[in-house]
Nanobody, 115 residues
């Protein structure tokens, strides 16, 4: 019902910035709570940020003040602006679309923060 494709990952120096994009296909994009998650090797997938259809946001404590999630319902796209990146941010970042009953995941995009 919903397909998600992430883009924008790459290699960046500590203190640098990246903007991730998640393009959604399918109907009723505006009904989904959108989120970004990340998973480092050997670790559990963790929540990074979420945004509701109305624009209410929530962030993990580790990224608050550095990352900003946003969405453009007209473009069926959610973004994650990442500033002041740290090596510990290195992970595969996944886009998520969720309702109370279902969840969809993208394939992930690699973010590597290294000097």
């Amino acid at each position: 019902q919903v397909q998600l494709v992430e883009s924008g990952g790459g290699l960046v120096q500590p203190g640098g910035s990246l903007r991730l994009s998640c393009a959604a296909s399918g109907s009723n994009f505006s009904r989904y709570v959108m989120g970004w998650y990340r998973q480092a090797p050997g670790k559990q997938r963790e929540l990074v940020a979420t945004i509701t259809s109305g624009g209410i946001t929530n962030y993990a404590a580790s990224v608050k003040g550095r990352f900003t999630i946003s969405r453009d319902n007209a473009k069926n796209t959610v973004y994650l602006q990442m500033n002041s990146l740290k090596p510990e941010d290195t992970a595969v970042f996944y886009c998520n679309a969720a309702t109370l009953w279902t969840a969809y995941w993208g394939q992930g995009t690699q973010v590597t923060v290294s000097s």
